[in-house]
C-alpha cells in the first residue's frame, strides 16, 4: 500500500480526508500529521520523517488558513505557509504532492475565475498562499487545489463555514446582517475530500478548482442553513459589505469548476442540492 502524508489531520480539510480515505482511497495507507507529531516549521524533523516513512504522495493542508490571523502575524504566515510548502514540495520532488490553495488569490471584482485567470490576492493570506501556489507549480507532476469556504464539522469546532455561522448567530443578540453582495462557491469538506481522492488516484497535476457547484452569497447560505437550527430564533437582514468599515473585501471570488467536473468520475453539487440530498448530516 502506497503511504500517504497529509498534513494538517486536525483541521477540517485534513480531518476529512483522513476520516474518508477507507472509503474513497482504501488503497492508501494514511499517515495523518498533526502538530503533536512534529512541527513542519522544523525542517530537520520533516526530513527525517520522510526519510524514515518513505511516502508516496503528500497532500499538504496545513497552513495559517484565515485572512486575519495572517495579517496578525505576516512573518508567520509567510513561514507556515510558503517556506514549509516549500521544503516540502522540495521533498516530495519525486512523488505526488497535492496542495490546498484559496479562493481569495483572486480580488473578486470578477467572479466565476478559471483556472488561468490573473490572481490579484486583497490581503496577506492570499498573497502567501499566491506565492506558495508558484513554488509548487514549478514541479510539472504536482498539484494545486483552489477552494472555497469548506462546511462540515472540525474538531476544533469552529473551522467549518456552518459552525462559524452558527456560533456567530448565537452570539449575535437581537438580530444579525448577512451580506447579499458577498459570493463563494460553499462545498461540504466530505465532497472535497472525495475530489481530492478521485484527482489524487488520476495522478492530476497542475492548478484545479475544486468548490461548489452554485454560486451564493452570505445571505442565501443562511437562508439555506438556518432551518435547519430551529433553536436559532434571532432576526436575520439582509445587508452590503460595502456598508461595513474595514479593509477590502474580495465581493465575488466564487470559482469555475468546469475544469474539474470533467476530470472526477462523480460532479459536484451545489449547496443547497447537496443539503437536499443528505436531510441527516449535521451541519
Excluded at 504532492?97 to 490576492?121: C, H, I, Q, W
Amino acid at each position: 500500500m502506497k503511504t500517504v502524508w497529509i498534513t494538517g489531520a486536525n483541521g477540517l480539510i485534513g480531518n476529512y480526508l483522513v476520516q474518508t480515505a477507507p472509503l474513497f482511497a482504501p488503497q492508501y495507507h494514511v499517515r495523518a500529521l498533526r502538530r503533536a507529531d512534529f512541527d513542519l516549521l522544523d525542517h530537520g524533523a520533516v526530513e527525517q520523517a520522510f526519510k524514515t516513512e518513505r511516502p508516496e504522495i503528500i497532500i499538504h493542508c496545513a497552513a495559517i488558513s484565515t485572512v486575519g490571523e495572517a495579517q496578525k502575524n505576516p512573518a508567520l504566515a509567510q513561514r507556515a505557509n510558503v517556506e514549509a510548502t516549500k521544503f516540502l514540495a522540495e521533498l516530495a520532488a519525486e512523488i505526488q504532492f497535492a496542495f490546498f490553495s484559496t479562493d481569495l488569490v483572486f480580488d473578486g471584482r470578477k467572479g466565476n475565475y478559471t483556472e488561468t485567470d490573473t490572481a490579484n490576492p486583497l490581503h496577506i493570506y492570499g498573497e502567501t498562499k499566491l506565492a506558495a501556489e508558484n513554488v509548487v507549480l514549478k514541479n510539472p507532476r504536482h498539484l494545486v487545489i483552489r477552494t472555497s469556504i469548506n462546511g462540515g464539522i472540525s474538531p476544533s469546532g469552529n473551522r467549518a463555514f456552518n459552525e462559524q455561522l452558527r456560533r456567530a448567530l448565537a452570539a449575535s443578540g437581537p438580530g444579525m446582517t448577512l451580506f447579499t453582495d458577498e459570493f463563494r462557491n460553499p462545498i461540504p469538506a466530505i465532497e472535497t475530500a472525495r475530489a481530492v481522492w478521485d484527482l489524487t488516484e488520476k495522478k492530476c497535476a497542475g492548478i484545479y478548482h475544486v468548490a461548489g457547484a452554485q454560486k451564493l452569497s452570505r445571505w442565501q447560505i443562511g437562508q439555506l442553513l438556518i432551518p435547519r437550527w430551529p433553536e436559532i430564533k434571532i432576526k436575520i437582514e439582509a445587508g452590503s459589505a460595502k456598508d461595513f468599515p474595514g479593509p477590502p473585501r474580495a465581493l465575488d471570488t466564487s470559482l469555475d469548476i468546469s475544469k474539474v467536473q470533467k476530470t472526477l468520475s462523480k460532479p459536484l453539487l451545489g449547496l443547497g442540492e447537496w443539503l437536499a440530498a443528505n436531510p441527516a448530516e449535521i451541519f
